[in-house]
């Protein structure tokens, strides 16, 4: 098994910033991409950012200069910094990661979601 759990989001003015995390646990291996996607009332689910192993990032174009995202693979854990917020940002924000994970001699791939943050930016 293998959980991810979200911190970090919360009620915020436009132009404002918070900082989003995800710390990955459970029985891990190793974790390839992790990303933060994103999901408000009425649209799909939706990227904002991913980051690979290496450090490698990408982002979404609505969110390009003012979000960045980061990780430390020792503590396997993702971060997001979202500056100058607008209230188009406003949606439940959820975590992934592609894992390997294992249960006893028996490894497997595992893409799993955190349980989301709720993001709201007042005009």
């Known amino acids: 098994q293998v959980q991810l759990l979200e911190s970090g989001g919360g009620l915020v003015q436009a132009g404002g910033s918070l900082r989003l995390s995800c710390a990955a646990s459970g029985s891990i291996f190793s974790i390839n991409n992790m990303g933060w996607y994103r999901q408000a009332p009425g649209k799909q689910r939706e990227l904002v950012a991913t980051v690979t192993r290496g450090g490698n990032t990408n982002y979404a174009d609505s969110v390009k200069g003012r979000f960045t995202i980061s990780r430390d693979n020792a503590k396997n854990t993702v971060y997001l910094q979202m500056n100058s917020l607008k209230p188009e940002d406003t949606a439940v924000y959820y975590c992934?990661?592609?894992?390997?994970?294992?249960?006893?001699?028996?490894?497997?791939?595992?893409?799993?979601w955190g349980q989301g943050t709720l993001v709201t930016v007042s005009s």
């Open positions: 992934n990661a592609d894992t390997v994970a294992y249960s006893g001699s028996y490894y497997h791939s595992l893409d799993a």
